[in-house]
């Protein structure tokens, strides 16, 4: 999901709730500094998609990790049985960039890549169909509603595969 629409949230309490391991993809490269440069005009690091892929590599063929980041079109197919693209309404994510610091054209492109549905349809076309899910992640009433969801599907999986 676009930056602000809760996948860190979501993903630190699915992880507590379902004893997974939790990787927030951004942070993991800024640790390891994954870059491949620096993007002047969105004032930020340009992540090493490559780099990421090796470090993650280990631990998700292992299994039980919840992996956080926007993007998603570069990761393999074999590592996801689900994908959830969290979408949040742009007056509510509006605020929340704001309030991060965003501005400009940043603020801007993070709104329309909301608007035009962007990483949704990025997750369409990386992975098959059936295993995209749009969740809305406007409300603390939202998350509880997708916590309990997500875990009853991970519930459900694990009984049908072990």
């Known amino acids: 999901g676009t930056p602000g629409v809760g996948k860190t949230t979501l993903g630190k309490e699915l992880a507590s709730r379902a004893g997974m391991t939790y ?13 491949e440069g620096f993007d002047e005009e969105y004032d ?9 892929i090796d470090e993650l ?9 919840i992996v956080d980041y926007h993007g998603c079109d570069f990761f ?10 969290l979408r949040t309404e742009n007056s509510f994510l509006y605020d929340r960039l704001e309030s991060r610091g965003y501005k400009g054209k940043k603020l801007q492109d993070n709104i329309q890549c909301e608007i035009f ?4 349809e990025e997750a369409m076309l990386s992975y098959r169909e059936e295993i995209v899910h749009q969740l809305p992640s406007n ?23 072990n």
């Open 23 to 35: 990787i927030n993809v951004g942070d993991m490269a800024k640790e390891g500094e994954l870059y």
């Open 44 to 52: 930020c690091p340009i992540l090493d998609e490559d780099r990421v």
């Open 57 to 65: 590599e280990d631990k998700m063929s292992e299994g039980g990790v």
């Open 76 to 85: 393999p197919e074999r590592w996801f049985h689900i994908v959830f693209v």
């Open 117 to 120: 549905q962007t990483l949704y």
């Open 139 to 161: 409300t603390p009433e939202d998350l509880e509603r997708n916590l309990d969801q997500i875990m009853q599907w991970i519930e459900q999986w694990m009984k049908d595969n």
